[in-house]
């Protein structure tokens, strides 16, 4: 059965960098079948997608967030990352890791884990 | 971008009851929709894909429609479970874009 658990820090200072990581159990995200990415929802609102990535390393990022977004893969390790620079209150929220069948929705998801952004 | 809108937003009705919610987008998506359930503190779990799809795992009273720009969950017997936030996706084309959510409630 697939898992994935998203993993970091829980509380980061303004204007630092956001940095969470996805490992992945029971599949490969080396598998050319997938892509994986990450959603935000911040508390009591909606979903966002932030990015995701390819096993190729192709990565495509929402553009209301491309200047200060970057995700990555460490195949070695079945991870991938998600690094956001230049945090402000607005991107406090709880941060998905989920995949996604090659065009298609996201199938397995995250437990979720919450990032507040505060001094 | 393309908007994803719901309606309601919020919805109330009884066990039994039959519920539709719909989702508009502001350009055509094709058949590229996705709906998924959320519960409080929990991730989405998804639903239908592809507009009428039915994921693997979710009861049959569980069913989707539509394409275009206009599509529809329906949830023909409402159970105790189903009470939650239901939210759309389109994946035609990036950015990847949610509604903002339909609160289905216990009247």
């Known amino acids: 059965q697939l898992q994935l658990q998203e993993s970091g820090p829980g509380l980061v200072k303004p204007s630092e960098t956001l940095s969470l990581t996805c490992t992945v159990s029971?599949?490969?995200?080396?598998?050319?079948?997938?892509?994986w990415g990450w959603i935000r929802q911040p508390p009591g609102k909606g979903l966002e997608w932030i990015g995701s990535?390819?096993?190729?390393?192709?990565?495509f990022y929402n553009p209301s967030l491309k200047s200060r977004v970057t995700i990555s893969e460490d195949t070695s390790k079945n991870q991938f990352s998600l690094k956001l620079t230049s945090v402000t209150a607005a991107d406090t929220a709880v941060y998905y890791c989920?995949?996604?069948?090659?065009?298609?929705?996201?199938?397995?998801w995250g437990q979720g884990t919450l990032v507040t952004v505060s001094s | 971008d393309i908007q994803m809108t719901q309606s309601p937003s919020t919805l109330s009705a009884s066990v039994r009851d039959r519920v539709t919610i719909t989702c508009r987008a502001s350009?055509?998506?094709?058949?590229?929709l996705a709906w998924y359930q959320q519960k409080p503190g929990k991730a989405p779990k998804l639903l239908i894909y592809?507009?009428?799809s039915l994921e693997s795992g979710v009861p049959s009273r569980f069913s989707g429609s539509g394409s275009g720009t206009e599509f529809t969950l329906a949830i023909s017997s409402l159970q105790p479970d189903d009470f939650a936030t239901y939210y759309c996706?389109?994946?035609?084309?990036?950015?990847?874009?949610f509604g903002q959510g339909t609160k289905l409630e216990i009247k």
């Open positions: 989920a995949r996604l069948p090659a065009e298609d929705s996201f199938d397995y």
């Open positions: 029971g599949g490969s995200i080396s598998s050319s079948s997938y892509y």
């Open positions: 990535i390819f096993y190729t390393g192709s990565t």
């Open positions: 350009q055509s998506i094709s058949r590229w």
């Open positions: 592809k507009a009428s």
């Open positions: 996706q389109q994946y035609n084309s990036y950015p990847y874009t």
